[in-house]
């Protein structure tokens, strides 16, 4: 086992590659009461077509990655595994994102036999055409509530006016229609694909031994067999630079509209990975925070005219095939507000970020670190994240302090192009 | 476990509660004002947070404040209202980086101290009252916030059941307000509001952090001056509603959704401030807490009616509110399902494993939540400030852990369903109950 110190923000880390594949990195947290782990597979709903070393090319159906998150809680026992946290006084879950998908508990209590009981579960998956079909019920009524949902329909408006091909743009739960094509042997497809310790990394984070945990781990893992590692291939559909849509609207039952905005990046500035990816984020997230975050003159204006209030923010996804910045919130007057952005962001793009600014929000960007390492979830879930990209989130600000003032004006002229800027907006019904 | 303890320290009538501790990368501060919560003072006391967060007498203008805090290594300040039974909570917050862990060293404390304290107690004034654009802003924002409720329509069923169930109770007011207050609130008349809450109602304020409680005291001390210091009122712990002659009803809503959002009201007749209050977690956790819970095995994991199917207890005004998102034709069957599970309570069909996962989850709730800096502040503030008594962590998890069946079975009994609550679509037969 590896020992991995950062001693600026006091943190020690310890890695070790099982001989399965498997990644396992623990973060001893003294003080803390609880434990928060998270088994997590590469592995998320833009996983749709892929190919396993010397077997043939599949797609399968829109949100199966998040069915099979659902589907495997169920047990042989018939019981489902949430019985068993709770009996070890456990909080378990699990989500399914873009890119991953993770499970994870926390517990103040019986750290060893719920972490035994999270490898188990996810190790052992029990699917029945019984207990498939009576999950599409369930999840059907989750695709509902998304459905009504007006700050999911608008962030998800805005993917989807801004990608052509990029499977980004399909929802992570799918759509009724397509779940209900799923079969068991359709899952257990993907579960044998993308499921195998070689694809996964396991975090704990909390008042934990390291030596002892490892060990446990080590045991509970050789204990098991698994398929030799195969490589998986998967595959994007090339995506062109243009937007799909430059402006997407949906009409909801809602009080006061929606309106996210942003830039997508063009083919040169995606499947970056490692320290530049990070550079692109954190610098990205500077150029947001500079121009309209809520220290910014164009921000205080837009507020002070009320085409905005405290629900405007801005935010940035970068991972495999895409990227892009979101910025918004709630506002009475959507119209209005695009055009000011394209009358002023533009001007204040051309002026540059200032030294001064630039420092102001590395400054703030650095404390916000800091509040997010008080965050066990934030950690485990943020560093699977970098790791699955070959970044390392520990490195957050040695890169945030590697950062010129250059590189984020740079930054600016690349990120702001004008051609690749989509809308999307949530209106009252008429 | 490691547990938590708070130090509390009067300056004048302000209570000051400070907890060092290690386990933090950052210093929490967070100020609690209670008012009485009345028609005539709400929209008010929603109103201050946002007007206090614009500007200080230093930094007059909010890009000065917000530049001041990014510069300050991004710390936060932030602000709010809720509702604790009759009552409503205005806090105000900010959280500072611990220069222990950043290359340059120096304390951030102090200057964390005076911009926490004048945010709070030195607005920055215009002609004797608050700023007029200000105030005028600030209006505009919060009728934003009223009239954006119906977008979340968790949220907005949640607020209409307890609109209809307590009609005519103070604690049917939202807490954000109400959007016909607003036309009569101006910059002066909200000002003098301010000085009147702020030199009469409770206040608390807390810090949480690697910090010495002398130095913390020390610090607010000198920013509580001696108007500061008067004596404050006192608001009375509200005690439950008995609701004996209440009879159950059905309200239903129309929007247009795709997915029926049911709420169920219950009176528990148990408060924080009860002895029973432990029994009454218990009987939530087995009831509809936890994914182990009646509720979510029998709606969503047998029936397969619902996502979500769960409860939770406003424990100062003693409600319990069950919550489902269904598919609209099945409201009856839903509705039926979760009766009987209210049934089942009553009569202690209660297992030893329920009971053994209940106790185990609870605990381990209870426990996590002093891992955040937060929430550890809530808790007290909850259970030993608002409870009208004193309840630490370990009392808590003590009684929970004695809290047997018939202990349950005896809250169970008290239990009522005064409200059914149903936000649907626009189709179908308008009287019809569907």
Same mark, same amino acid.
């Given at each position: 086992?590896?020992?991995?110190?950062?001693?600026?923000?006091?943190?020690?880390?310890?890695?070790?590659?099982?001989?399965?594949?498997?990644?396992? /990195?623990?973060?001893?947290?003294?003080?803390?009461?609880?434990?928060?782990?998270?088994?997590?597979?590469?592995?998320?709903?833009?996983?749709?077509?892929? =190919?396993?070393?010397?077997?043939?090319?599949?797609?399968?159906?829109?949100?199966?990655?998040?069915?099979?998150?659902?589907?495997?809680?169920?047990?042989?026992?018939?019981?489902?595994?949430?019985?068993?946290?709770?009996?070890?006084?456990?909080?378990?879950?699990?989500?399914?994102?873009?890119?991953?998908?993770? /499970?994870?508990?926390?517990?103040?209590?019986?750290?060893?036999?719920?972490?035994?009981?999270?490898?188990?579960?996810?190790?052992?998956?029990?699917?029945?055409?019984?207990?498939?079909?009576?999950?599409?019920?369930?999840?059907?009524?989750?695709?509902?509530?998304?459905?009504?949902?007006?700050?999911?329909?608008?962030?998800?408006?805005?993917?989807?006016?801004?990608?052509?091909?990029?499977?980004?743009?399909?929802?992570?739960?799918?759509?009724?229609?397509?779940?209900?094509?799923?079969?068991?042997?359709?899952?257990?497809?993907?579960?044998?694909?993308?499921?195998?310790?070689?694809?996964?990394?396991?975090?704990?984070?909390?008042?934990?031994?390291?030596?002892?945990?490892?060990?446990?781990?080590?045991?509970?893992?050789?204990?098991?067999?698994?398929?030799?590692?195969?490589?998986?291939?998967?595959?994007?559909?090339?995506?062109?630079?243009?937007?799909?849509?430059?402006?997407?609207?949906?009409?909801?039952?809602?009080?006061?509209?929606?309106?996210?905005?942003?830039?997508?990046?063009?083919?040169?500035?995606?499947?970056?990975?490692?320290?530049?990816?990070?550079?692109?984020?954190?610098?990205?997230?500077?150029?947001?925070?500079?121009?309209?975050?809520?220290?910014?003159?164009?921000?205080?204006?837009?507020?002070?005219?009320?085409?905005?209030?405290?629900?405007?923010?801005?935010?940035?996804?970068?991972?495999?095939? /895409?990227?892009?910045?979101?910025?918004?919130?709630?506002?009475?007057?959507?119209?209005?507000?695009?055009?000011?952005?394209?009358?002023?962001?533009?001007?204040?793009?051309? =002026?540059?970020?200032?030294?001064?600014?630039?420092?102001?929000?590395?400054?703030?960007?650095?404390?916000?670190?800091?509040?997010?390492?008080?965050?066990?979830?934030?950690?485990?879930?943020?560093?699977?994240?970098?790791?699955?990209?070959?970044?390392?989130?520990?490195?957050?600000?040695?890169?945030?302090?590697?950062?010129?003032?250059?590189?984020?004006?740079?930054?600016?002229?690349?990120?702001?192009?004008?051609?690749?800027?989509?809308?999307?907006?949530?209106?009252?019904?008429? | 476990?490691?547990?938590?303890?708070?130090?509390?320290?009067?300056?004048?009538?302000?209570?000051?509660?400070?907890?060092?501790?290690?386990?933090?990368?950052?210093?929490?501060?967070?100020?609690?004002?209670?008012?009485?919560?009345?028609?005539?003072?709400?929209?008010?006391?929603?109103?201050?947070?946002?007007?206090?967060?614009?500007?200080?007498?230093?930094?007059?203008?909010?890009?000065?404040?917000?530049?001041?805090?990014?510069? #300050?290594?991004?710390?936060?300040? #932030?602000?709010?209202? #809720?509702?604790?039974?009759?009552?409503?909570?205005?806090?105000?917050?900010?959280?500072?980086?611990?220069?222990?862990?950043?290359?340059?060293?120096?304390?951030?404390?102090?200057?964390?101290?005076?911009?926490?304290?004048?945010?709070?107690?030195?607005?920055?004034?215009?002609?004797?009252?608050?700023?007029?654009?200000?105030?005028?802003?600030?209006?505009?924002?919060?009728?934003?916030?009223?009239?954006?409720?119906?977008?979340?329509?968790?949220?907005?069923?949640?607020?209409?059941?307890?609109?209809?169930?307590?009609?005519?109770?103070?604690?049917?007011? #939202?807490?954000?307000?109400?959007?016909?207050?607003?036309?009569?609130?101006?910059?002066?008349?909200?000002?003098?509001?301010?000085?009147?809450?702020?030199?009469?109602?409770?206040?608390?304020?807390?810090?949480?952090?690697?910090?010495?409680?002398?130095?913390?005291?020390?610090?607010?001390?000198?920013?509580?001056?001696?108007?500061?210091?008067?004596?404050?009122?006192?608001?009375?712990?509200?005690?439950?509603?008995?609701?004996?002659?209440?009879?159950?009803?059905?309200?239903?809503?129309?929007?247009?959704?795709?997915?029926?959002?049911?709420?169920?009201?219950?009176?528990?007749?148990?408060?924080?401030?009860?002895?029973?209050?432990?029994?009454?977690?218990?009987?939530?956790?087995?009831?509809?807490?936890?994914?182990?819970?009646?509720?979510?095995?029998?709606?969503?994991?047998?029936?397969?009616?619902?996502?979500?199917?769960?409860?939770?207890?406003?424990?100062?005004?003693?409600?319990?509110?069950?919550?489902?998102?269904?598919?609209?034709?099945?409201?009856?069957?839903?509705?039926?399902?979760?009766?009987?599970?209210?049934?089942?309570?009553?009569?202690?069909?209660?297992?030893?494993?329920?009971?053994?996962?209940?106790?185990?989850?609870?605990?381990?709730?209870?426990?996590?939540?002093?891992?955040?800096?937060?929430?550890?502040?809530?808790?007290?503030?909850?259970?030993?400030?608002?409870?009208?008594?004193?309840?630490?962590?370990?009392?808590?998890?003590?009684?929970?852990?004695?809290?047997?069946?018939?202990?349950?079975?005896?809250?169970?009994?008290?239990?009522?369903?005064?409200?059914?609550?149903?936000?649907?679509?626009?189709?179908?037969?308008?009287?019809?109950?569907?």
């Amino acid at each position: 086992m590896q020992k991995i110190e950062h001693r600026q923000i006091e943190e020690t880390l310890y890695y070790e590659k099982l001989p399965n594949g498997l990644q396992v /990195y623990l973060l001893p947290k003294p003080g803390f009461n609880k434990t928060y782990a998270t088994f997590t597979t590469r592995y998320g709903s833009i996983d749709n077509t892929f =190919q396993v070393q010397g077997q043939e090319k599949m797609s399968v159906p829109d949100g199966i990655a998040h069915f099979l998150e659902h589907k495997m809680f169920e047990q042989p026992s018939g019981e489902d595994v949430f019985q068993e946290f709770s009996r070890q006084g456990a909080s378990a879950n699990a989500f399914t994102s873009f890119t991953r998908t993770a /499970y994870l508990f926390s517990c103040t209590d019986q750290v060893q036999k719920n972490l035994t009981t999270l490898l188990d579960f996810v190790q052992s998956p029990y699917f029945t055409d019984q207990n498939v079909e009576k999950e599409k019920g369930i999840i059907g009524q989750e695709i509902r509530m998304y459905d009504d949902n007006p700050d999911w329909r608008s962030y998800f408006g805005l993917i989807e006016a801004m990608y052509q091909q990029h499977p980004v743009k399909i929802d992570i739960a799918g759509t009724i229609e397509s779940i209900s094509k799923i079969t068991k042997e359709l899952l257990y497809t993907c579960y044998q694909t993308f499921y195998h310790p070689s694809n996964m990394l396991l975090f704990l984070v909390g008042p934990v031994d390291p030596e002892a945990t490892i060990e446990l781990i080590r045991e509970n893992q050789s204990a098991k067999t698994f398929d030799e590692i195969k490589e998986i291939h998967r595959f994007f559909p090339d995506e062109p630079d243009q937007v799909a849509e430059k402006v997407k609207e949906v009409e909801l039952s809602v009080g006061i509209s929606k309106c996210l905005f942003g830039f997508k990046e063009g083919k040169d500035a995606v499947n970056l990975t490692g320290e530049a990816l990070m550079k692109q984020e954190l610098a990205t997230q500077i150029v947001l925070e500079a121009l309209i975050g809520s220290s910014s003159e164009l921000y205080q204006s837009l507020y002070d005219d009320g085409l905005i209030d405290d629900s405007f923010g801005c935010d940035y996804s970068l991972d495999r095939g /895409y990227g892009f910045s979101m910025i918004g919130g709630d506002t009475f007057d959507p119209d209005q507000l695009l055009q000011r952005i394209r009358d002023e962001l533009p001007k204040r793009a051309e =002026q540059g970020i200032s030294p001064e600014t630039f420092e102001r929000i590395r400054k703030k960007k650095i404390g916000a670190n800091l509040r997010f390492l008080n965050s066990p979830e934030w950690i485990a879930n943020q560093f699977t994240n970098y790791r699955f990209n070959d970044a390392d989130l520990f490195k957050i600000i040695p890169v945030l302090e590697s950062l010129s003032v250059d590189d984020i004006n740079r930054r600016m002229q690349q990120h702001i192009d004008w051609n690749r800027f989509a809308v999307s907006i949530v209106r009252p019904h008429s | 476990m490691s547990t938590i303890q708070f130090e509390t320290v009067s300056i004048g009538d302000v209570r000051v509660h400070v907890c060092s501790s290690e386990k933090f990368k950052t210093t929490a501060l967070l100020a609690f004002i209670a008012q009485e919560l009345k028609p005539e003072y709400v929209t008010k006391t929603a109103l201050l947070p946002s007007v206090l967060q614009r500007g200080t007498a230093s930094y007059p203008t909010t890009i000065e404040l917000r530049r001041k805090l990014d510069s #300050f290594y991004g710390a936060t300040l #932030f602000g709010d209202v #809720f509702k604790r039974g009759e009552r409503h909570l205005i806090q105000i917050g900010m959280e500072i980086a611990n220069e222990r862990y950043l290359s340059e060293k120096k304390s951030l404390l102090d200057e964390g101290i005076n911009l926490f304290s004048e945010a709070l107690f030195s607005p920055h004034l215009e002609q004797g009252g608050f700023k007029a654009s200000y105030v005028e802003a600030e209006k505009k924002n919060l009728k934003q916030k009223i009239e954006s409720l119906q977008d979340d329509k968790i949220r907005y069923a949640s607020q209409r059941m307890v609109e209809e169930m307590c009609k005519g109770e103070p604690y049917a007011l #939202f807490n954000h307000g109400r959007i016909e207050d607003l036309p009569q609130i101006d910059a002066q008349n909200l000002y003098t509001y301010y000085q009147e809450v702020i030199q009469t109602c409770p206040i608390d304020i807390y810090c949480v952090g690697n910090v010495s409680a002398d130095d913390v005291v020390k610090r607010l001390e000198r920013n509580i001056g001696d108007s500061l210091r008067q004596r404050r009122k006192t608001l009375a712990v509200p005690s439950a509603v008995h609701s004996a002659a209440r009879k159950e009803k059905t309200v239903i809503d129309r929007l247009n959704v795709k997915q029926g959002k049911l709420n169920l009201g219950c009176r528990t007749n148990v408060t924080i401030q009860d002895d029973d209050y432990p029994a009454l977690m218990m009987y939530n956790g087995i009831f509809g807490g936890f994914p182990h819970s009646k509720l979510f095995l029998n709606v969503r994991e047998k029936a397969s009616l619902a996502y979500y199917c769960s409860s939770r207890l406003e424990s100062h005004k003693g409600l319990l509110i069950i919550q489902s998102g269904i598919e609209i034709s099945n409201f009856e069957k839903a509705v039926d399902i979760i009766k009987k599970q209210l049934a089942a309570m009553q009569q202690g069909d209660i297992s030893d494993k329920e009971l053994d996962q209940t106790k185990a989850t609870l605990s381990n709730q209870l426990k996590e939540q002093q891992d955040r800096s937060f929430e550890l502040i809530h808790f007290h503030f909850n259970q030993s400030v608002l409870s009208g008594r004193e309840r630490t962590l370990e009392a808590l998890l003590h009684d929970l852990e004695q809290v047997r069946k018939e202990d349950i079975t005896r809250v169970a009994e008290k239990i009522q369903l005064e409200t059914i609550y149903f936000l649907r679509d626009q189709e179908g037969n308008a009287n019809a109950k569907n």
